[in-house]
């Protein structure tokens, strides 16, 4: 491993005084990326936007690892092999923003900001092209799919990626979230929660809609699940622990005067413990066929493990030694431990199958002073949108500046000092 | 009006005599028609066939009339009016019935059985033409569109039927229902409940699925919803009263990790009296706007009235008279009076706006063992599928054989002997 | 049977003449009766009170018939015998009518009316009494206890009430309810439903308030349960049949910091055929041991039957004769078909068990002109309490001379004319 | 403040020595304060039998302060002022651990451990007294009625407890718990949540059983209200943040043919900042007078505010200092750090009020044996009863002897050591 950086590194200031100039390119590519979502495993339009600028970049770029993922490497002589990661799909959303680059396709959107993902990290790579007189080693930039389906970090895996590309001394990505954009927020530790995503169908018996007593209705049997579900949460699990169960979509039938046969409920689980996910999988497993034996349904439900993403544990060392890089060119008091988070990720897959620490940090996406005064007023719950709303939008600046200027010192602090070789 | 047929008319039989050599093409017709279910409003096909084969019967065949409507008149002399009625279109129902003649149509199905009426009518119309002779009076054979929007009879009314076609002096109608196929029910009085469709959108707001805390989650605010409509009918509308109310869809969200911004039900209402109508409708909208406080929600739920169909009321001496003519060709005990049904329909619009008397009665289309022995095994809500279910199969036959009998004797009834003139 | 009073008999007339000068005396006994509720099988105070007048009138009497109830002969010579039943006990209630005379014993109500019937036949009992010289026959005046447990009428006939009071010709008997008190209403067959009354115990498992990881929550399990009952009439009786079930009470736990071991529910089921009832009872059944599966119970829940009154059955030619006699002396339009009430009652026991037709109507207990305005605002079900509410309070007039004068006629009607032997 | 006992002081140990000749008694106590239970501020006969006890010891004792507490003063020297807590008063439970000593009071239960706590507090009074040649100062043991009200502590307080019996230097206290009974646990900082205890009542209408068109139904109202409280917790509440909800009871009605007029609902919450609080009280009120919206109640619900526990903040030094001296006596690993439970107390009411530090610990209360039989079989939950359970039965031995040693040890290394001086 190489020389460390120094906190007052002139190298790293240098690295980043590019940044400027390069802001209104990078924030026509946010906006045109925003405009253009595509669905995990559909990110063609994306990834080739990815190919045509890394390889302008200088990138040895490789497409189609893991379907649709874009790896780029920069080599430049002995030292550290850094991979740098951003996601790159879009969220089955219709967009309620009002932006003027507000998503073009129906019921697609960039809910979840992984367009500032990919936008910040190409936008690092420019930096640290130029810059590549300053460092020594490897830079593994992986553009990753299918995030949202906790798939693509296993796909690229599974595609070889450390066998083609070589393994990381240290895996680093970066995720925006609603607080201050010109902050950044990591912790130690399990950092982001397990997830598990269920697909369950309940089967009534459809019948006229005068002629209930002809039926067994599964649009009352799912809502009656629906409810008793909110029981796991509220009484089986230990006040103490954290857990999330969400039942985000319910659907069952088509017009009101027909009593349909079945309702599908879309689940999804949040733990940090093997044991309290035990704990709800078996409470919701036992809620549904209970539920379905209520209603006296002649069909047991099918309950189906749609995908499941594995606690993202954050090396100690890691994190103290990134945050301190990221520290110094931010400035004081701009990061900060927010605690474990009930979001997940498949990151968590790429440290764990190379061996490497990994360092996985937030960046904020909200404008600091509509921030502060929500904050003020008490009411951050209400007019700060959350990932996955329908009106999450991460404001271009100074989002974009802190993304890459986190990504750029961050990488630089792993790489080898160009000159201490 | 016309000297009515006696019981043991000749004529009658006669006419009836032609009904075997023509049930092979009418099983086909009405398997062709199931084949090829067509939804409200966009029965093309059907009406194509219908004029197809009315003009080769020797009817004055007009389509279009109140959209994809046909109308097929025969003259035949001075006499009465009597108006014939069938409905054609399917519903959005994806069909399990297994059957080889199955629906080629993804999602729509001859779920009502509507291409029965179609056939039976057309078997009919066969029938009286071939039978002119032993008849005066003019025939007006509507087939109507879109009675399952509860549109279909006033947009036919609306496009001038009665100026065009003639007003009748007579409405005869009639539909197939889960009894045994050899057999006629008709009630006297308010016969079909009044129907009114609701579509509510429960407003909410939408949040990344591990962070409820910052949603209004739409899915529960409808599950408590759906929950808490079953007190109308259980709590609020006294015992001796009869009302259903049904929410056949619900309708929110896409995936289990987003908790979307809205959810939409579909709700059916059936009632016989404009009090308990009103009672009802007032309930659902306390309790809709109430949830919604409850869940703390920003925006107020909107209720849209879809569409609305009166209580069908069959007059007394119409039912008795038609009756009578179709028991004396069926035989002893094959024309029961089944009561009020909670099935609703538009064809009361005809006779309203018409000022003409009513008859409106169901035939069966069970076969007649297996109908016997559910009812001997206590099965008969669980084997027998009711209108609406994706697995409704009126068989073939008899079904056949009793539609086009009874609206073969029931026109012959209210038609003018040919002796007479 | 003897002779007939005829509608104009002058001698019914003559009885009924001494009643206004009662009047003051009954209510006084009306208000005292009501001041001192007694519950079932404890009605000491009020059986007292009855032998000491009917004594007092001439009449034989017997106390302790069927653990508390009185029997009270008056025998006048051949002729018919005839049974007038009056019930006696009172509910556990607490009172809110802020009456001056309303209950003295903390808990327990007349809040069925059983003090007005009590005071009615007592009423009758008099005038009777002193026009024996208009009549032939016996007298059997049974004031039942237990009515509302649905044990007295069973009670009364297991001790012998027949055997060693003689059996009747006619069973009489009314009760009041929440229409204009100068009417009465008599249904023909089918009037009463029949009531079976649960006791369901459901079994969690307590634990301190802020550990419900470690119970299993009956309060929860308790709510659900009632919830999902709902849907037994919402969706599992046909529309056209009249079916109530009413959880009445739920009682678990004391404290909020304390999960309790378990929960109790007090169900009450009405209904008019055998199917329905049990359809609802293995509903019931389905729900409550599904719902224990659903909250993961160790224990099954326990499921009483309490109690259980059969249909009352009116006899037909029963009914047209008592009717007309009391439609004589209340005028026309005073006595009218009010269909099958969802109220239960075990006076059929008494007919069923003598083999002997009944009759059996209500008399109202509302001031005519506030119901009548009531009526005319649509406010009835707000405004008119009904029986066994908190606030449900017959007026002393016209009630009283209404339930005087319908029993006194009834009773003539049945018993031999005077002047016939 | 008095020189510390080193961890080996030999004084400690010689003070302990006399407690196993105490065991039989204390243990008889103990089964006798079980037998006995009182319930908040009705601790007469507990009270008598400390006052009795105490002054044998040779303390000064008052009784009736803050109603039914006594406090025991041991003046001893210069030297600091230590109070040593112990509270009194049992539960409304039904007791139903089978135990040869169960309590005689119907529905009266010391189902915390109240009586655990007094005979511990009792049995180190009385070897602190025979060892008072081996430290110097005060002690004051401050027996305190109606913990499980919330009351007790204040009362004390507010009777003049410091002003008239010193304010002491440190505040020492203990509490039962389900582990093992030879373990001590200790968490500086917030130990023990905030409670709050509400009182709802929800109005309907009452109505005979098979009227409920007549009725508000309160008994559905406050289910479903049960059902949607459950959304707190699952839905409003971040998942990193700990809360309880608890609805410990629900009374409503007597039997099941009256509908009530109204629900009683007795809600527990814990907490542990006073946003999580304020947010979940704000979203009791609403989801509560949304229901009674929703069930059209013409009257609003009354919430009551019952009491309220402040969060416990045991100080960190006093921790540190406290739990070495009682691991000292205990033996390595016998003292564990149980993080913050979601259990209340009002023991902090004394320290805030006193300004003093304090240590409040828990001590176990199962058989170490039966303890680690249901952890191997993964039944903890199921087989150790908690806190308030009606089995909640804590086993006298060991956890007399590790109570009386804690409490000894813990006062002595607090009190001034006699040689030092």
């Known amino acids: 491993m190489g020389v460390s950086q120094s906190p007052s590194d002139p190298s790293v200031a240098a690295a980043l005084a590019g940044l400027d100039a390069d802001l209104g390119e990078l924030t026509g590519l946010y906006q045109d990326l925003h405009a253009h979502p595509e669905l995990s495993f559909a990110e063609h339009r994306t990834a080739a936007e990815i190919v045509r600028r890394a390889e302008a970049y200088g990138y040895d770029v490789t497409p189609g690892v893991g379907r649709t993922g874009v790896v780029a490497v920069l080599d430049n002589g002995e030292g550290p092999t850094v991979l740098l990661r951003a996601d790159c799909d879009a969220l089955p959303v219709v967009e309620r923003t009002g932006l003027s680059y507000a998503s073009r396709t129906d019921g697609v959107m960039h809910a979840c900001g992984h367009d500032l993902h990919v936008t910040c990290l190409l936008g690092a790579l420019k930096l640290l092209a130029d810059a590549r007189d300053s460092w020594r080693g490897r830079i593994v930039a992986v553009f990753q799919p299918a995030e949202e389906a906790g798939q693509g970090a296993q ?90 169960l969400t039942v985000g979509s319910l659907r069952a039938g088509t017009v009101g005067n027909i009593i349909p046969d079945e309702a599908e409920l879309g689940l999804n689980i949040r733990t940090y413990t093997e044991d309290v996910r035990a704990r709800i999988l078996a409470a919701i497993e036992r809620i549904v066929r209970g539920e379905a034996q209520v209603a006296g349904a002649e069909r047991e439900p099918e309950i189906t493990a749609l995908d499941a993403f594995p606690v993202v544990v954050n090396e100690e060392a890691a994190v103290a030694r990134t945050m301190a890089a990221i520290g110094t060119v931010l400035g004081d008091g701009k990061v900060i431990d927010p605690g474990p988070v009930t979001g997940s990720e498949d990151v968590g897959i790429l440290g764990t199958a190379a061996k490497a620490p990994l360092c996985y940090w937030l960046f904020g996406g909200c404008d600091p002073e509509t921030y502060a005064a929500a904050a003020a007023a008490g009411t951050l719950h209400r007019d700060i949108p959350s990932n996955h709303s329908p009106r999450f939008a991460p404001v271009a600046e100074p989002a974009i500046t802190t993304g890459v200027t986190a990504m750029t010192a961050a990488a630089l602090e792993w790489l080898g000092g160009g000159e201490a070789e």
């Open 155 to 244: 796909a690229m895996v599974d595609d070889g990626l450390f066998e083609r590309f070589g393994t990381p001394d240290v895996v680093l990505g970066q995720h925006v979230a609603p607080f201050p954009a010109d902050m950044v927020a990591c912790h130690a530790g399990a950092a982001f929660a397990a997830t598990d995503s269920l697909k369950i169908v309940m089967y009534g018996k459809g019948a006229h809609g005068s002629r209930p007593e002809t039926s067994v209705d599964p649009v009352v049997m799912a809502a009656a699940t629906v409810m008793r579900l909110q029981t796991v949460v509220s009484r089986e699990v230990p006040a103490g622990e954290t857990a999330v």
